[in-house]
């Protein structure tokens, strides 16, 4: 089902407060990314197509913000 602009935004801002709290917890990097990655995929998963690029560029936001690469810097 797919959701409001506000509720993804909501649910990225989520993802962003809850980083520090995830690099506490799994200080392994690959850890770390497929815990963040399970969690963004829940929210990549109720968006529609015309948020879609709206979500991947706050997902790469958010890991550049704590000093991760985005996906385009692979």
Wanted: proline content about 3%; aromatic content about 10%.
């Amino acid at each position: 089902m797919a959701v409001s602009r506000q509720e993804l935004q909501r649910r990225l801002a989520k993802l962003d407060t809850d980083m520090p709290e995830l690099i506490a917890r799994f200080p392994d990097r690959d850890d770390l990314l497929a815990e963040f990655f399970a969690r963004a995929y829940s929210t990549i998963d109720a968006i529609t197509l015309t948020e879609d690029a709206l979500a991947f560029n706050e997902i790469d936001r958010i890991l550049q913000k704590f000093g991760y690469r985005a996906r385009s810097d692979n």
